[in-house]
Structures are given as C-alpha cells and as structure tokens.
C-alpha cells in the first residue's frame, strides 16, 4: 500500500505542475520563464504543455490551480510562495482519485 505522500509525489504534483505550466503558457509566459517559476526544466514544461505528462482529470483541481495563477499574476502569491501553494492543494486534494 502506497502512502498519501507517495501518491502525490508520483501522481497528482506532476500534474499541478503541468496545469500550472499551461496556465502560464497560455497567458504568454515563455516556458523558461515557467521553468523558473515551477522549479523545473524547459523540458519538463514542454512535456506539459504538450500533453505527454502532467495531464489532469480533475475539473475541480484545474479550477484550483487557476485561482492560484490568478493570484500569482496580481501579485498576491510571490514566487517564493508557489511551493507553499503546492503544499496547500496537494494536501486538500490528496483525498480525490488521482490515478
């Protein structure tokens, strides 16, 4: 039996990372800006904005995420905070079927 943290770990963080990457990309960020700002590699954020990782079914968890680049772009989530954020909704999510 897999723990909750391993679950996300493997399953639902990639994938709120790769809503967020289309979310930014999609607002014209340039993926390495959004590779900074995620912590990844350009490669990892074209593997997401392409669809061959990070691929989430969740409506609910997509909605999320939006809220939290909207409050990324006014200014009311530094960059800094982001991973707190992660933090935030893996553990309000974490409860959802992620497989």
Not at 14 to 43: N, Q
Not at 45 to 66: D, F, I, N, P, W
């Amino acid at each position: 039996m897999r723990s909750p943290c391993e679950v996300v770990a493997s399953k639902l963080l990639p994938r709120i990372r790769g809503e967020m990457a289309r979310e930014l990309v999609g607002r014209g960020y340039s993926k390495k800006e959004v590779a900074e700002i995620l912590g990844v590699t350009i490669a990892a954020v074209s593997q997401y904005t392409s669809g061959k990782r990070g691929v989430m079914k969740s409506e609910k968890l997509r909605k999320a995420v939006k809220r939290i680049i909207d409050d990324f772009e006014v200014g009311d989530i530094r960059k800094e905070d982001l991973n707190l954020k992660l933090c935030e909704l893996c553990s309000l999510m974490r409860d959802i079927d992620v497989k």
